[in-house]
């Protein structure tokens, strides 16, 4: 069977219909998956490329600025948190929040 | 954040959805109340990666040349990359799953459930060369790492003795406890006539041994020194052994996770098999989905802080 | 309320040992959960006395006094002291109030069938007690085997107290290190689920009109509570499991020796450990604000304020670790921030003492057992609090810093005050799980005797430590001896007190009057259904209303208990008469 051919029945969900819809969650197209993969490739070949380069100091920010990039994607796109409630990036904020004042006040 | 109505419908009526629980008002409310209970328990797991995060951050803070050593010496970087395309793939067959399960696209989701599980396989394959390279190397975890102190053959050098100094004011010893029992109150306290506070049996194995450090002990053949080892301090030498605590610890404890993924993965599969999903009850395969991004995002983490140490 | 109820509640529902091993009623969950956290804090208990029966003498005169036996006895109390901490914190305090009555009202104060996840809630309690089985195992075979040259398999003990600090849990403490530790691991699990499961219940099963300032504040108290458990637990976790790898595979991340830092082990375990103080607290004002207002019949004083301190508290508390290691090496700069922010972390605290003392003023009080305890609690958790500040204030920390002063200090606080807290919500819902009524003379005696034992016990503590009598100490110096004499007189008369409050929950619940649905006149949902609930809760949906809106109901003394207030009939006046006669102009 074909990854390209869609065989969506027409079940009730539209492309951008929110969250309380009836049954109508949202189904992420399959162009923003393979773009979003596409460019999380990109961004590995450049964390690996810049690595490379001798930044000093940047170096690890350089790094990490990517990977929060990338990390950035992963979760609006294929974790769903673009059209998710507003609550649950909440949780992830105050996770990393915590993690940060943990690392940074030790 | 509700939309329940108060109103409870009575325990005997029958609902025609199967999967609704009897708590819940409506589906909606079900899926949202799930995916948010799946969304603090990410957070649960951050915050504990979160722990070796810090305590990576600390020791790479006041041993940055360790840890370039000890990357470069040890780490490919071929496979940390390629580790890291290999998850973001899967990362992906992992979501287009959800989507084929929300669109009722039986086929699509287990061709992705397999070739997600396949990308944890090849994860972990590439992670075993990895370690079975360590272990080659005599870099493996803890005392049987050639850095460590504890290691029989370890060319580890303790960090020098630390000058004693005199104490410039005559302390009076306290009036209970060892030091009260030496005769002259201005006599200081000999250390190696306090016996040890027990003598009780205890088992041999988790007794600390000191380092060795005659010479005799280096390794010899085969385990030469690293050129850039002896280049480094005599108290960063000491230190390398913790790069590789965090290394191990690190990815250890995310390789346990991705094992747990591809387990739970697994199950999804065998459900999927037989019928359970739809585009009108898919939350399991949607948590599970969550479950294994966080691990692919811990690895987006993980890759340059260990890897691309240059 | 209807009388053909009191045949069918969720006791009676379905029975036999499977309906209740593999039940999803939050109600059983709850019960069961109390069957083993009381079984730990008898375990807990009975070392603690012990404890202080050890110490009735500077040398220890439980053991015989050869320098053979010293080892022996400085080994014996260690475990002993290890044990009650370990178990107390670990499966008593850190579960009792979440997982008892935050299981068994949560619900029924949302107008809900249920929480959000109950296989969760099942597999969180079982999870339970896996680590509480194990923990025990580990911590009664060092006990046995130190005391009486029993050798249970497997039971290796702990002697590192409950703080497990390195490098000396690492290296030479007892090999029961690793076993204990997983076990404290596992239990950890169970609190972070139990977090979960509260977080997505108070978000999704609000029913509606229940906005979250008309939520009963035992919610915000588990609300509060239950961030902070899934917060700062993992990071236990981890902790712990590199407590495990250090020990098992000598990593060296806390080995000085090979590299590590053994204050690093000090900064992970306190980033959790401040913050588990305030899960043991958080739940206990939870439930002294409930029973304040019901047993003095008034509305609650400053809602908002208790509400929002509650998380504050939670909050700050992740700010105040390093108040643990003033004396650890930190840098000047870092003691003195920590300070400020201990300061800081009282306010909150204080907001609350504040609004409880004026939901009592001019309130009509009810001395009942569930009241007085909540009084006990306020007078102690006040003390409890003002000594922490004696100890978050530099200056002072240095010289009271592991002394009894600490040990004083800790215990109004988790034992004056949670514990109290416990035994008075436990009285205040006693008749709503069990449909029973528990004697109540007999609960003021005992709570008035755990009052005076409580003191007895724990205040001479205080004054030892600023005499300077260091914790922990198998032996001390003899002019110490009157303070633990008396102490342990006191620590006697709470083990008599809290048998007493057993004994009268058990004639209660054999012998006890039939408990009418609403007791005390409380108007948070969980007083709208019947004592004892059936098993989905409520027969006919609860209407939301102000939780404190105490004056919807009034007292029938035919049934001993209250009913809604029968709205007034209105007044047959000039608008009702000019509506029936016909208009003529």
Not at chain 1, 10 to 24: C, K, N, R
Request: charged share 10%; glycine share 8%; hydrophobic share 50%.
């Amino acid at each position: 069977m074909s990854l390209t051919h869609s065989n969506d029945i027409p079940a009730p969900v539209a492309d951008d219909v929110g969250p309380s819809a009836p049954h109508g969650v949202h189904a992420v197209p399959r162009r923003v998956l393979a773009s979003v993969w596409g460019l999380l490739i990109l961004l590995t070949v450049i964390t690996v490329a810049v690595s490379k380069v001798d930044l000093g100091q940047g170096n690890i920010w350089a790094a990490l600025l990517i990977a929060v990039i990338k990390g950035g994607l992963v979760t609006m796109y294929f974790m769903h948190l673009r059209w998710d409630s507003p609550f649950n990036g909440l949780i992830l904020i105050v996770a990393l929040f915590f993690v940060s004042l943990f690392v940074n006040t030790r | 954040m509700s939309t329940a109505s108060t109103e409870i419908s009575a325990h005997g009526q029958a609902h025609y959805d199967p999967h609704l629980a009897h708590h819940f008002d409506t589906p909606e409310q079900q899926f949202t109340s799930a995916k948010l209970g799946m969304w603090i328990f990410l957070g649960t797991e951050i915050l504990m990666f979160g722990g070796l995060f810090c305590a990576y951050s600390i020791y790479r803070h006041n041993h940055p040349l360790v840890f370039k050593f000890a990357a470069e010496a040890y780490l490919s970087t071929k496979w940390g990359a390629i580790n890291t395309l290999i998850l973001i793939t899967s990362s992906l067959t992992m979501a287009w799953g959800v989507r084929a399960a929300q669109l009722n696209q039986k086929k699509l989701l287990i061709t992705c459930l397999v070739l997600t599980l396949m990308g944890a396989a090849g994860f972990l394959g590439i992670k075993t060369i990895e370690y079975s390279a360590k272990w080659d190397e005599h870099v493996w975890v803890g005392s049987w790492n050639k850095y460590n102190g504890d290691n029989d053959a370890s060319y580890a050098t303790p960090p020098p003795e630390q000058p004693t100094t005199q104490p410039m004011v005559q302390i009076p010893p306290p009036a209970y406890g060892p030091a009260a029992i030496a005769d002259d109150a201005n006599t200081p306290l000999d250390v190696s006539q306090i016996k040890p506070r027990y003598s009780y049996p205890l088992s041999q194995s988790i007794q600390h041994q000191p380092p060795k450090r005659e010479s005799d002990q280096r390794p010899t053949g085969e385990q030469q020194v690293d050129e850039r080892y002896k280049q480094l301090s005599a108290s960063d030498q000491w230190h390398v052994n913790t790069f590789f605590s965090c290394y191990f610890l690190m990815t250890g404890l995310h390789g346990i996770h991705v094992v747990v993924g591809m387990g739970v993965i697994s199950w999804i599969l065998m459900r999927t098999l037989r019928n359970d999903f739809s585009s009108e009850y898919f939350t399991p395969v949607d948590l599970v989905g969550l479950y294994w991004h966080l691990v692919d995002l811990i690895w987006i983490f993980l890759f340059p802080l260990l890897y691309l140490i240059h | 309320m209807s009388e053909e109820l009191k045949t069918d509640n969720y006791l009676t529902h379905e029975r036999g040992f499977l309906s209740w091993a593999l039940t999803l009623d939050h109600k059983r969950i709850g019960l069961l959960y109390m069957i083993f956290v009381l079984s730990a804090f008898l375990l807990g208990g009975t070392f603690a006395v012990l404890l202080r029966t050890s110490l009735l003498t500077p040398n220890h005169w439980m053991f015989p006094s050869d320098p053979a036996h010293d080892t022996q006895a400085k080994l014996f109390y260690n475990n002993m002291f290890s044990l009650h901490g370990t178990v107390m914190v670990f499966m008593f305090i850190i579960p009792a109030i979440p997982a008892i009555l935050g299981n068994f009202m949560l619900p029924m104060m949302l107008g809900a069938k249920d929480v959000a996840f109950p296989r969760l809630n099942l597999m969180s309690f079982y999870i339970y007690c896996l680590g509480a089985i194990l923990f025990t195992w580990i911590l009664m075979g060092g006990i046995l085997r130190t005391a009486f040259n029993i050798h249970l398999p497997f039971g290796f003990g702990l002697d590192t107290g409950w703080t497990f600090y390195t490098p000396f849990s690492t290296s030479k403490a007892e090999d029961g290190m690793v076993a204990g530790v997983l076990g404290a691991f596992i239990l950890g699990f169970s609190s972070i689920l139990t977090g979960v499961n509260f977080i997505a219940s108070i978000h999704t099963l609000r029913p509606r009109g229940m906005t979250w300032f008309r939520m009963p504040l035992f919610l915000w108290a588990l609300y509060a509570t239950s961030i902070i458990q899934v917060l700062a637990t993992p990071v236990l976790a981890i902790t712990l499991l590199l407590l495990v790898a250090e020990r098992l595979l000598h990593v060296g991340i806390f080995d000085s020796s090979l590299g590590g830092d053994p204050v690093l082990f000090q900064h992970f375990f306190w980033f959790y450990s401040h913050p588990a103080v305030y899960i043991m607290i958080l739940p206990a004002m939870g439930v002294i604000s409930e029973v304040i207002s019901v047993h003095s019949r008034k509305h609650i004083f400053g809602y908002n304020f208790i509400a929002l301190s509650s998380v504050a508290l939670a909050l700050l508390g992740f700010l105040v670790w390093g108040h643990h290691m003033f004396v650890a090496g930190q840098s000047n700069l870092v003691d003195s921030v920590f300070s400020l922010l201990t300061f800081s972390v009282a306010i909150p605290s204080a907001v609350k003492v504040f609004n409880w003392l004026g939901t009592l003023y001019r309130g009509s009080i009810r001395f009942t057992p569930a009241m007085l305890f909540a009084m006990g609690f306020i007078l102690l958790f006040t003390i409890g609090g003002l000594t922490g500040l004696f100890l978050g204030a530099l200056a002072t920390d240095v010289p009271l810093h592991d002394t009894y002063f600490v040990i004083a200090h800790f215990h109004y606080v988790m034992v004056g005050s949670m514990v109290f807290a416990f035994l008075a919500g436990m009285y205040h819902w006693f008749p709503k799980m069990f449909g029973k009524m528990c004697n109540p003379t007999w609960g003021r005696v005992a709570a008035i005797l755990l009052f005076i034992g409580f003191n007895t016990t724990f205040f001479p503590q205080f004054v030892m430590g600023a005499h300077g009598a260091p914790r922990r100490w198998a032996t001390y110096p003899a002019e110490f001896q009157p303070y633990h004499v008396i102490s342990t007189i006191g620590s006697y008369v709470m083990a008599i007190s809290l048998i007493m409050v057993a004994l009268n929950w058990l004639a209660g619940l054999l012998w006890g009057k039939k408990a009418p649905a609403n007791p005390w006149g409380g108007n948070s949902l969980e007083w709208h259904c019947p004592s004892p609930p059936p098993h989905d809760n409520f027969t006919t949906p609860p209407v939301v209303d102000d939780p404190y809106n105490l004056a919807a109901w009034e007292y029938d003394a035919s049934i001993e208990g209250w009913v809604p207030r029968k709205p007034q009939p209105a007044p047959a006046g000039r608008a009702a008469a000019d509506r029936t006669r016909p208009v003529t102009h």
